[in-house]
T-cell receptor, first 112, second 114 residues
Framework: AQSVTQPDIHITVSEGASLELRCNYSYGATPYLFWYVQSPGQGLQLLLKYFSGDTLVQGIKGFEAEFKRSQSSFNLRKPSVHWSDAAEYFC??????????FGTGTSLTVIP | GAGVSQSPSNKVTEKGKDVELRCDPISGHTALYWYRQSLGQGLEFLIYFQGNSAPDKSGLPSDRFSAERTGGSVSTLTIQRTQQEDSAVYLCASEDWGGAETQYFGPGTRLLVL
C-alpha cells in the first residue's frame, strides 16, 4: 500500500541555521513526490515536486529536495532558515488512480 | 487569476445538523479534490471529480458525506447529521488535468461540531 511517513512531528531551529525535513514513502512504481507548506490559516502551497530526471529538485523560497530511490526518501532542505519559514510542512506522493497520499506533517518553529 | 476559494471559512454547528461546504476552483481546472485534515493528521482524501466522469468517492468515510460538482466548476460537500468526530478542516484543491500533477489548494473550511 502507498504511504508517506514524516518521522519528525515537530522541529525547532534557530534562524539562519540549516534545515532538513525527512520524508519516506512506500510506493510500487516510480513516484511523483511533492512538498507543500501550510502557514497558519492558509491553504497548502506547493514548494517543489519531483517527477523524473535530476534527483535534486529546486523549489520556491530557497528550498530543495533530493530523491533517493535506494532509501525511499525525499528530504526537504534549506541552507539558511528565515523566521517566515515557520509553518507546517507536508510531503506527498502521487498518484495511484486519483489519489495523492500525504504525510502527517512536520511543524517547524524558528527561534531568533 | 484568482485561486481556489472556499466558504465559509469557519462553521460551527450542533451535532445532528447538516452542513454544506463550498469550493470554487480555479477557472478552467477540470479536476477537483476534497480532503479532510484533522488535528495532528495528514490530509485524508475524500472525493475526486474529473470533468464529466463519475466521481471517485472511495475516500468518503460514511454515507453521511456526499459531494456534487455543478457545471464542472463549483463543488459542494455536504455532511448530514454531523457528529463531533466530523470536526476538522476541509480542504478543496483543483488541478489542471495534464498540468503536471499540481494541485492548488484553497484556504479550507474549519468545521466545529458541538
Amino acid at each position: 500500500a502507498q504511504s508517506v511517513t514524516q518521522p519528525d512531528i515537530h522541529i525547532t531551529v534557530s534562524e539562519g541555521a540549516s534545515l532538513e525535513l525527512r520524508c519516506n514513502y512506500s510506493y510500487g512504481a516510480t513516484p511523483y513526490l511533492f512538498w507543500y507548506v501550510q502557514s497558519p490559516g492558509q491553504g497548502l502551497q506547493l514548494l517543489l515536486k519531483y517527477f523524473s530526471g535530476d534527483t535534486l529538485v529546486q523549489g520556491i523560497k530557497g528550498f530543495e529536495a533530493e530523491f533517493k530511490r535506494s532509501q525511499s526518501s525525499f528530504n526537504l532542505r534549506k541552507p539558511s532558515v528565515h523566521w517566515s519559514d515557520a509553518a507546517e510542512y507536508f510531503c506527498a506522493v502521487g498518484r495511484t488512480g486519483n489519489q495523492f497520499y500525504f504525510g502527517t506533517g512536520t511543524s517547524l518553529t524558528v527561534i531568533p | 487569476g484568482a485561486g481556489v476559494s472556499q466558504s465559509p471559512s469557519n462553521k460551527v454547528t450542533e451535532k445532528g445538523k447538516d452542513v454544506e461546504l463550498r469550493c470554487d476552483p480555479i477557472s478552467g481546472h477540470t479536476a477537483l479534490y476534497w480532503y479532510r485534515q484533522s488535528l495532528g493528521q495528514g490530509l485524508e482524501f475524500l472525493i475526486y471529480f474529473q470533468g464529466n466522469s463519475a466521481p471517485d468517492k472511495s475516500g468518503l468515510p460514511s454515507d453521511r458525506f456526499s459531494a456534487e460538482r455543478t457545471g464542472g466548476s463549483v463543488s459542494t460537500l455536504t455532511i448530514q447529521r454531523t457528529q463531533q468526530e466530523d470536526s476538522a478542516v476541509y480542504l478543496c484543491a483543483s488541478e489542471d488535468w495534464g498540468g503536471a500533477e499540481t494541485q492548488y489548494f484553497g484556504p479550507g473550511t474549519r468545521l466545529l461540531v458541538l
